[in-house]
């Protein structure tokens, strides 16, 4: 569903633009979504609610259930149940004035190497059918946005990674889309160069005021959005603000190497009243003041306590409260890696 063929599909035939939603309306809306396929359920019913502007990460392992929901959000998959309006416009009954409504990066690249980065923006331009007369200086100007105006005449199969995938956000922003998606935009990037692709992404949020929705599993970057939604096996499992998300669990991490985690864990739910897990790495324990609490901890517990950490929570901790694994003990899909069958529809 990545290939150059769906981009094409993707790209609107209504050349007539669609106007602003009106303050309000919201950028994403979806209620209820789901999508089977034959014996897998990738997306279990998601409700999601995004404002216009914001900027809304959608946080998961592999084979969470990602980039199912961003295909069905820009009309490349058909729910099986559910409702879905961008900009205000639905899916099912508007997917044109959906399309035009929006840009798409996808994980694997779709530039044509062949060509020069301008020749890519203007491929695109032809294919959404803007406006001559205004073109070269949008074409000026997303090129400048994302630092390639000095590479604009090189062939793009002579392009580093993160040029490619900077190319290609200018290319998803080139029609002003009210929102970009972007699937694991970051993905295969060494950290410069996904440092590099973040603040251009910010510097988008301040010039364009498009909305982004991206998927990622990498928590530092979850950790950049306004808001963001916690994702596994197909259901929402948190949503909200990064610190409100986190606010939850208290202020601090503990975790205790011991001689018998599943004993010590059930002592101290038992013992302290604390919201405590045994781990592959020991046992966790949400506490406000973990600095306070740990010689009683300690003292309080039958069984030996080899090592002991105090760290503030992050967002893997909130998967781990939620979903009662980290996101990074899910195995990769194997599916990631090898083409898709094409989607059999609703
Ligand atoms: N076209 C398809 N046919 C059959 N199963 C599919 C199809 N697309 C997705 N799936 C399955 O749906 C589930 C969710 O997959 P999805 O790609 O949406 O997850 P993801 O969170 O985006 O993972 P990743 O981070 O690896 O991209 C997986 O079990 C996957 O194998």
Known sequence: MRDGRV?????????????????????ILAAGVRKSYPGVEAVRGIDLTVAQGETFGFLGPNGAGKTTTIAMLCTLAMPTAGRIEIAGHDTRTAPGRVRRSLGLVFQETTLDGDLTAEENLRFHADLYALPKATLPARVDAMLDLVDLTARRDSLVRTFSGGMRRRLEIARGLLHRPRVLFLDEPTIGLDPRARAQLWTHLTEIREREATTLFLTTHYLEEAERCDRVAIIDDGRIVAQGTPAALKSVLGADRVELRTGDDTAAAAALRAGFGVHAVAGPGGVHVQAEDGARLVPRLCAGLDVPVYAVTVTRPTLDDVFLHHTGHRIRDVPREPTRDHPRPPDPGP
């Open 7 to 27: 981009r094409a599909q993707a790209a609107s035939r209504d050349p007539a633009g669609v106007p602003f939603p009106a303050p309000g309306i919201p950028a």
